[in-house]
C-alpha cells in the first residue's frame, strides 16, 4: 500500500488544517488508518486512528475535541481536520495503514507515508 500525505503548511495559532492522506490500493477499506506525529528531537507519536468501517475512532489526549479523523473509502482517502491548533502541533504528520489494528502503537502499523509539514506560528 502506498499512501501519499497533503494539506500541511504555515497556520497561526487557533488555525485550522486538514490533512489528507490518499492510498493506493483498492484493499483501502479493509485497512484501519491511523495518523502519526513527529516533532524535531522527539518520538514519532500517535494522533488519531480509524477503524476500516470509520465507525470507531481513538485518540490522543492532547488531540481530543480539536481533531478529527475521518475517512473517505470510495476515494482511498482517510483525512485529519485539525482546529484550534496550537505551536505544540507543530510537527511533520504521517499517516499508517494498521490492518485492522487502530490504536496507538506506531510498531502494529504496516505502511507508511512521507509525510507532511505542519507548522503553527504563535
Known amino acids: 500500500v502506498q499512501l501519499v500525505e497533503s494539506g500541511g503548511g504555515l497556520v497561526q495559532a487557533g488555525g485550522s488544517l486538514r490533512l489528507s492522506c490518499a492510498a493506493s490500493e483498492r484493499t483501502f477499506s479493509t485497512y484501519a488508518m491511523g495518523w502519526f506525529r513527529q516533532a524535531p528531537g522527539k518520538e514519532r507519536e500517535f494522533v488519531a486512528a480509524?477503524?476500516?468501517?470509520?465507525?470507531?475512532?481513538n485518540y490522543a489526549d492532547s488531540v481530543k475535541g480539536r481533531f478529527t479523523i475521518s475517512r473517505d473509502n470510495a476515494k482511498n482517502t482517510v483525512y485529519l481536520q485539525m482546529n484550534s491548533l496550537k505551536p505544540e502541533d507543530a510537527a511533520v504528520y504521517y499517516c499508517a495503514a494498521g490492518g485492522g489494528y487502530y490504536g496507538t502503537d506506531k510498531t502494529k502499523y504496516d505502511y507508511w507515508g512521507q509525510g507532511t509539514q505542519v507548522t503553527v506560528s504563535s
Open positions: 480509524i477503524s476500516w468501517s470509520g465507525r470507531l475512532t
